[in-house]
T-cell receptor
Framework: NAGVMQNPRHLVRRRGQEARLRCSPM?????VYWYRQLPEEGLKFMVY????????ESGMPKERFSAEFPKEGPSILRIQQVVRGDSAAYFC?????????????FGQGTRLTVV | GNSVTQMEGPVTLSEEAFLTINCTYT??????LFWYVQYPGEGLQLLLK?????DKGSNKGFEATYRKETTSFHLEKGSVQVSDSAVYFC??????????FGKGTTLSVSS
């Protein structure tokens, strides 16, 4: 049973380009969470999705960022017109169910560098 | 709002030393508390958790006790190894939709 798979592991984009980050949750998991880790900072929640639905996007910047989790395929975090401040590690986590006691399993992250 | 505060790092110890990493939290409800570990270049792995007051989570020699009266969840290990070198994150989950993390504490253990 493969863990949470994120790709690419490293992504370099020029300012103004688009970044697409992919996350395949663990088999059987229908809950996906995206977090951003800035240098010297902890992880900050961005968005929580279930299949085809955004449940909580309270941590997502209002502009340029979007996320989806289609019925088939991985969850995608999309950043349009990237700026240097978007440089960070983006982590995806998945869980089998929702609840404060539920363990979330994390992927290895995508490290985005905007040049 | 909910928040987690952990001691600043880095923490530098010799092998077999005793480890404590302090973590305190603020929450409106009755959260579950977690410690995650991040090895270089990797994602986070759950180290241990506690779901209610006075619970003790333990794993791989690490322990933490959920103290409601002091709103704390300090991580301890009696004898650290070089392989324990990593970044440790304290986190809470209140409503179950997302984890709230502390800033992380870097532990460096030398032989």
């Amino acid at each position: 049973n493969a863990g949470v798979m994120q790709n690419p592991r490293h992504l370099v984009r020029r300012r103004g380009q688009e970044a697409r980050l992919r996350c395949s949750p663990m088999k059987g998991h229908s809950h996906v969470y995206w977090y951003r880790q800035l240098p010297e900072e902890g992880l900050k929640f961005m968005v929580y999705l279930q299949k085809e639905n955004i449940i909580d996007e309270s941590g997502m910047p209002k502009e340029r960022f979007s996320a989806e989790f289609p019925k088939e395929g991985p969850s995608i975090l999309r950043i349009q017109q990237v700026v240097r401040g978007d440089s960070a590690a983006y982590f995806c986590a998945s869980s089998a169910e929702q609840g404060k006691n539920t363990e979330a399993f994390f992927g290895q992250g995508t490290r985005l560098t905007v040049v | 709002g909910n928040s987690v505060t952990q001691m600043e790092g880095p923490v530098t110890l010799s092998e077999e030393a005793f480890l404590t990493i302090n973590c305190t939290y603020t929450a409106t409800g009755y959260p579950s508390l977690f410690w995650y570990v991040q090895y270089p270049g990797e994602g986070l792995q759950l180290l241990l958790k506690a779901t209610k007051a006075d619970d003790k989570g333990s794993n791989k020699g690490f322990e933490a006790t959920y103290r409601k009266e002091t709103t704390s969840f300090h991580l301890e290990k009696g004898s650290v190894q070089v392989s324990d070198s990593a970044v440790y994150f304290c986190a809470l989950s209140d409503r179950g939709t997302a984890l709230i993390f502390g800033k992380g504490t870097t532990l460096s253990v030398s032989s």
